[in-house]
């Protein structure tokens, strides 16, 4: 079953392309939890849940109530109606982790739908999960914006870094560039190693660095060692424009 946690139109925020205007919607449910991000949001019970600034659209067990079920292709190009969008506007597939439906036929005829009508599709993913891309030739037209994990996410090595699929993922695709989130307190233990691990599985794909934070004061913290770092190894600063804008609002 899919699950959709919410959907909006808004401007991208992160990324390469930071600007852009962009339906956006985001999925329920992820293969990890990244605890390390330190963010939480108490549930409608009262619950405490750290994880990472969408932990809304991980944990299930607290937040499932405002998931929204999928049974059909149509419900999800309902939405696309409800907007008064100017021309066929980038599609951002977000989550928690969107590709854990890579393989769901209603997701799979969702994406053949957008591209038939010409937007463009750009998947927010950790890269950690494949696609076939044989058996489903749509995912060849997408832009993968490959969040690879590192250590501060508190995830297991083997788990966030899977050379192969982050190959397979940039190597197949569209286009894709890699988006990692950095704190502060990470810059200078190893991150610098961290990093480039990851980046010999696709080192043509560019790299953007955006600082972690689900608020605009934690991003602010974090803003000004990034573009040190960013400056120093050479990789490209991302800012988190919607948190910068909007704090902790969602569907924005
Ligand atoms: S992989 Fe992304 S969505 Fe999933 S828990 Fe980590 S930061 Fe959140």
């Known amino acids: 079953m899919i699950y959709l946690v919410e959907h909006f139109y808004s401007i991208q925020g992160e990324g390469k392309y930071t600007g852009t205007p962009s339906l956006f919607l985001r999925f329920g449910g992820c293969n990890m939890k990244c605890e390390g991000f330190g963010c939480s949001e108490t549930s409608r019970t009262g619950v405490d849940v750290r994880g990472c600034d969408t932990v809304y659209a991980v ?48 997701f799979v005829d969702f994406l053949n739908a957008l591209h038939k009508n010409g937007h463009k599709i750009c998947f927010e993913t950790n890269g950690s999960l494949d696609v076939d891309f044989e058996k489903y030739p749509v995912y060849k037209e997408c832009i993968f914006a490959l969040s690879v994990k590192l250590s501060n996410s508190g995830e297991n090595l083997k788990k966030r870094v899977n050379g192969d699929i982050i190959f397979s993922l940039a190597s197949s695709s569209k286009e894709s560039f890699f988006k990692f989130s950095i704190d502060r307190n990470s810059i200078n233990l190893g991150l610098e190693e961290e990093i480039e691990d990851v980046l010999i599985h696709s ?17 602010e913290r974090n803003t000004e060692p990034l573009i040190e770092f960013c400056k120093a190894k050479g990789y490209n600063f991302s800012d988190r424009l919607h948190i910068r804008i909007w704090d902790k609002n969602k569907g924005v």
């Open 203 to 219: 080192p043509s794909t560019p790299v953007y660095c955006m600082p972690v934070g689900g608020s605009k004061k934690e991003v």
């Open 59 to 106: 944990n299930k067990e607290h937040f499932s109530h405002s998931w929204i079920p999928i049974t059909s292709v149509q419900e999800l190009l309902n939405i696309l109606d409800k907007y008064e969008l100017p021309n066929a506007v980038d599609i951002v597939l977000t989550g928690g982790e969107p590709l854990i439906y890579a393989n769901d036929l209603i």
